[in-house]
Each structure stands twice: as C-alpha cells, then as structure tokens.
C-alpha cells in the first residue's frame, strides 16, 4: 500500500523568496516519486521524477526535489519564486516493481506568490 | 511524439442523465490508461485503471464504469449521473516512471 502526505493545502511566499513544499510518503516497496504542477483547468504537468537514480533531483522551471528514505520524504524546492509558479502542486508514489504503477497522489499544495 | 486527447473540456448535465467522457491516445501502443477525479478541495483520485483492451480494474466502488474498447482507447460511463459525480475527470496514460495527463474534462452535475 502506498500513500502520501502533502503538509499545507496553502503556501504563501514572496516573489524572489524560497519556495518549499512538503511531501512524506508511505510504500511497502521501492518507490517512484513524482511533482506535478496543475494550472487552473488544466491537466497536471510532470515537474520532475525520483526513479532510483541520484536522490537530489532537478525539474523544469527551476524546481528540485530530493529523496530522503530514512525522512521518508520528498520536499520539492525553488530558490527564487516567481509569479508565473502560482499554481497547484501534487506529489505522488508509485511503486518501482512492475504490477505497482498506479500513481498514487497528495490532496495538493495550493501556492500563492506575494508580489 | 505521444499524445493524450480528452473531451470533452466542459459539460454540464442534469441528475439522472447517462454520461459518455472518452479518452484517446497517439504514437504509442499497449498504453496502461488512468481515470483520475479531482473533486473541488481534494486531491486526485484514481477511479480504474486498464492494462490491456477489456481489462478494467476499479479502485473504488461508485456509480461509473469504464471500458477499453480499443487499445488506445478509454471511455467513462455512468448511467444515472448523482450530484457527487461533479468533479474534475483526468484521463492518463502509462504514468509508469511518468505520466501523461490529458487536459480533463470538468463536469458539473445539476
């Protein structure tokens, strides 16, 4: 079973200030790990993609996350926040076995960028 | 390049009135598809999910249903529309390692 925790439906943050938006996971296997960044009436756009490989992960638009098994976590991160960043972001699991891709997401983290 | 269709965009129907939400892929074949529901305030919901044509799988009971009836296509039915079913409905394909969402069809039940 796989589940995630996203702390904060609503962050505020200062254009130019550090964004951070929090994520825990639970799975029984090895996870996958996912951001997503919904505009409104859109669907969702892969930010960037935590496969096993290096845990410091980079993303579009300047967003990066990184995986920490013993936190159980996956904060995604941006130094600088600009305006067009305000929007919804999901973090998601799936697992890293074949047979366990479904996508399970976060209730969201709605971010608002303070001029 | 692959692509993800889903129409329709909006659509607003009354209570008790079937529905027909169809989901198309391109430039891939064999796809895993998803059935996502965004209700207003939560998160996304995984509805069913299909791993071959006739293969459907559902993940929580409710008053829809889904078929494959082509490879590379998805369909979300309801006979009876109730008020509960208004959402936001995305339609995904083999989100293993990454996924590929279509840009959702926003129901409104009245």
Same mark, same amino acid.
């Given at each position: ?15 130019g200030a550090l964004v ?15 951001w997503?960044v ?9 930010l960037l ?8 992960v980079k993303g579009i638009n300047g967003f990066e996350a ?10 995604l991160t941006k130094p600088s926040a600009h305006m067009s960043d ?25 971010l608002?960028i303070?001029? | /390049? ?18 027909? @939400? ?23 919901? @995984?509805?069913?999910? /299909? ?13 829809? /249903? ?11 039915? /309801?006979?009876?529309? @109730? ?6 409905? @995305? ?20």
């Amino acid at each position: 079973a796989q589940s995630v925790t996203q702390l904060g439906s609503h962050v505020s943050v200062s254009e130019g200030a550090l964004v951070l938006l929090r994520c825990n996971y639970s799975s029984s296997v090895p996870p996958y790990l996912f951001w997503y960044v919904q505009y409104p009436n859109q669907g969702l756009q892969l930010l960037l993609k935590y496969t096993s490989a290096a845990t410091l992960v980079k993303g579009i638009n300047g967003f990066e996350a990184e995986f920490k098994k013993s936190e159980t976590s996956f904060h995604l991160t941006k130094p600088s926040a600009h305006m067009s960043d305000a929007a919804e972001y999901f973090c998601a699991v799936s697992g890293a076995n074949f047979g366990n891709e479904k996508l399970t997401f976060g209730t969201g983290t709605r971010l608002t960028i303070i001029p | /390049s692959q692509t993800i269709h889903q129409w329709p965009a909006t659509l607003v129907q009354p209570v008790g009135s079937p529905l027909s @939400l169809e989901c198309t892929v391109e430039g891939t074949s064999n796809p895993n598809l998803y059935w996502y529901r965004q209700a207003a305030g939560r998160g996304l919901q @995984l509805l069913f999910y /299909s791993v071959g044509i006739g293969q459907i799988s559902s993940e929580v009971p409710q008053n829809l /249903s889904a078929s494959r009836p082509q490879d590379r296509q998805f369909i979300l039915s /309801s006979k009876k529309l @109730l008020l509960s079913d208004s959402g936001f409905y @995305l339609c995904a394909w083999s989100p293993r390692a990454q996924g590929h969402f279509g840009s959702g069809t926003r129901l409104t039940v009245v």
